[in-house]
């Protein structure tokens, strides 16, 4: 779950989306979710779609389709058709291509903390290490 998290987070930045946060495991709000990226901002742009989309990817690309089920039902959910999202999936995919060593650490990052926010990214981009609660 931290790489697929990993990876909304990575498309959504390059992109230019700020992080609120990422989360791995259920929380308070939403026990049943293993996982969530959150972006700050209103509206569901098509930054947001794709990186919706790359979560549909990484899914795919590990063959665990039915994880992708959550990423589907958002991008339906804002009027993209089956055609689009395709395509939003193709294009996501090709971007977190590009980034593999920045999906390395927010992944790392997720794994060691499990909720990462944007000031956590400030950090790692800035060659820093985030500090570990024991």
């Known amino acids: 779950m931290a790489e697929h998290e990993a990876a909304h987070v990575v498309v959504g930045v390059a992109l230019g989306l700020e ?5 791995i495991g259920g929380d ?4 049943s979710w293993e996982g969530y990226t959150w972006f700050k901002g209103d509206g569901f742009r098509i930054a947001d779609a794709l990186s919706t989309a790359v979560g549909i990817a ?3 690309d590990h063959g665990n389709t039915s994880a992708a089920r959550g990423d589907t039902a958002l991008l339906r959910r804002h ?7 395709r ?4 294009a996501a995919r090709a ?5 593999q060593k920045a999906h390395r650490l927010v992944t790392q990052a997720l794994l060691e903390k499990e909720v990462v926010t944007g000031k956590d990214l400030a950090i790692l ?3 820093g290490t985030l500090d570990i609660d024991p």
């Open 28 to 31: 308070g709000r939403h026990p």
């Open 19 to 23: 992080l609120r946060e990422a989360v």
């Open 58 to 60: 990484w899914e795919q």
């Open 95 to 99: 971007i977190l291509a590009e980034r």
């Open 79 to 85: 009027g993209y058709d089956s055609a689009d999202i």
């Open 125 to 127: 981009a800035a060659g």
């Open 87 to 90: 395509t939003l999936v193709i």
